[in-house]
T-cell receptor
Framework: DSGVTQTPKHLITATGQRVTLRCSPR?????VYWYQQSLDQGLQFLIH???????AKGNILERFSAQQFPDLHSELNLSSLELGDSALYFC????????????????FGPGTRLTVL | TQLLEQSPQFLSIQEGENLTVYCNSS?????LQWYRQEPGEGPVLLVT?????EVKKLKRLTFQFGDARKDSSLHITAAQPGDTGLYLC????????????????FGKGTKLSVKP
C-alpha cells in the first residue's frame, strides 16, 4: 500500500459526458501528479500540482483540468469524453517540489480505470 | 518521440534463469527510477539511481545507471514466478534550478513472465 488513494476504482460512462477523478496523496506529501496509461502510449504525464499551485503541464488536453485543494487532495476533471479517453488514470504523490534535489521519487495510487462507451 | 526506450518489450523465461532489461535514451537524466507494475494496479517504486555509474542491489535485483546518465539496466538473478510483472523505467530531467524537474518520463515497459 503506497498510501495514495484514488476513487473511484472503475468508471464507465458515455461519450460527451464529464467525470471527476479524486486522489488523496500520502500523508505529508505536497506534490500530486496525474498520469494517463493507455496500451499504446504507456504512462504519460498530465499535470503536476505542488501545495495547491500548478507546477507543470504535460500532454493534457484542453478538455481536461485539475486542481489541488487546501487539504492537498486533488481532482482531475475530464469533460466531453471521447472513446480515446478510455485509459487508466494514476495519481502519484511525493514530498518534494524538487527544486535543488536530484531525487524524484513518486508513489502511485491504485488508479482509476475509465471506460468511455 | 519516446525519450526512454526499453528492451526487450516482452520476456518469457523459466524459473531460475537470469535476465537483463535495458532502458536507453539520448537524453541525460538527473535521476532514474525503476518501477514494477501488476495488472490493474499502480506502479510500485523499486529503486532510484542518481549518480552516473551507480549500482544498487535489492536482493536478487541489480540496477545500474550509465556513466553518462542516459541509460540504465535491471538485472534479475535466478528469476522467480513472483518476479512476473511489467517493469518500467522512468527518468527525471534537469530543471532550471539545477534539481530535478517534477514529472517523470516513462518507458513503455518490459513485460516479464517467469514460468515455474
Amino acid at each position: 500500500d503506497s498510501g495514495v488513494t484514488q476513487t473511484p476504482k472503475h468508471l464507465i460512462t458515455a461519450t460527451g459526458q464529464r467525470v471527476t477523478l479524486r486522489c488523496s496523496p500520502r500523508s505529508g506529501d505536497l506534490s500530486v501528479y496525474w498520469y494517463q496509461q493507455s496500451l499504446d502510449q504507456g504512462l504519460q504525464f498530465l499535470i503536476h500540482y505542488y501545495n495547491g499551485e500548478e507546477r507543470a503541464k504535460g500532454n493534457i488536453l484542453e478538455r481536461f483540468s485539475a486542481q489541488q485543494f487546501p487539504d492537498l487532495h486533488s481532482e482531475l476533471n475530464l469533460s466531453s469524453l471521447e472513446l480515446g479517453d478510455s485509459a487508466l488514470y494514476f495519481c502519484a504523490s511525493s514530498a518534494s517540489s524538487f527544486r535543488g534535489t536530484l531525487y524524484n521519487e513518486q508513489f502511485f495510487g491504485p488508479g482509476t480505470r475509465l471506460t468511455v462507451l | 518521440t519516446q525519450l526512454l526506450e526499453q528492451s526487450p518489450q516482452f520476456l518469457s523465461i523459466q524459473e531460475g534463469e537470469n535476465l537483463t532489461v535495458y532502458c536507453n535514451s539520448s537524453s541525460v537524466f538527473s535521476s532514474l527510477q525503476w518501477y514494477r507494475q501488476e495488472p490493474g494496479e499502480g506502479p510500485v517504486l523499486l529503486v532510484t539511481v542518481v549518480t552516473g555509474g551507480e549500482v544498487k542491489k535489492l536482493k536478487r535485483l541489480t540496477f545500474q545507471f550509465g556513466d553518462a546518465r542516459k541509460d540504465s539496466s535491471l538485472h534479475i538473478t535466478a528469476a522467480q514466478p513472483g518476479d512476473t510483472g511489467l517493469y518500467l523505467c522512468a527518468g527525471a530531467q534537469w530543471g532550471l534550478s539545477g534539481g530535478s524537474q517534477g514529472n517523470l518520463i516513462f518507458g513503455k515497459g518490459t513485460k516479464l513472465s517467469v514460468k515455474p
